[in-house]
């Protein structure tokens, strides 16, 4: 079992950063990749980037390659969603998700365990 909790979301204009962390109880972090998906008001729940379990592999949508970066620290149990470059579409709740899976796995279906999220708001 892995319990899953967001932070680092808020408000912020466009153009700016905010970062989000993801922390992870249980002892097993390193052996789950990790996924960022959002879901913005009346879509569907997308996938955002995503990191192997050894943080080896790394993959990103389109929308936020060169702008947001995925990293994580197992001796933390913890994956960071670095968001830089900051557009008003970006606004959306942001979930981390766990898989037993070792590679990226875009397909939300995949994943196993889902934290409760954090709302990141960008204003024009």
């Known amino acids: 079992q892995v319990q899953l909790v967001e932070s680092g979301g808020g408000l912020v204009q466009a153009g700016g950063s905010l970062r989000l962390s993801c922390a992870a109880s249980?002892?097993?972090?390193?052996?789950?990749?990790m996924g960022w998906f959002r879901q913005a008001p009346g879509k569907g729940r997308e996938f955002v980037a995503g990191?192997?379990?050894?943080?080896?592999?790394?993959y990103y949508a389109d929308s936020v390659k060169g702008r947001f970066t995925i990293s994580r620290d197992n001796a933390k149990n913890t994956v960071y969603l670095q968001m830089n470059s900051l557009k008003p579409e970006d606004t959306a709740v942001y979930y981390c998700a766990a898989t037993i899976v070792s590679t990226v796995v875009a397909d939300p279906r995949g994943y196993d365990y889902w934290g409760q999220g954090t709302q990141v708001t960008v204003s024009s």
């Open positions: 249980g002892r097993t972090f390193s052996s789950y990749s």
């Open positions: 990191i192997s379990w050894s943080g080896g592999s790394t």
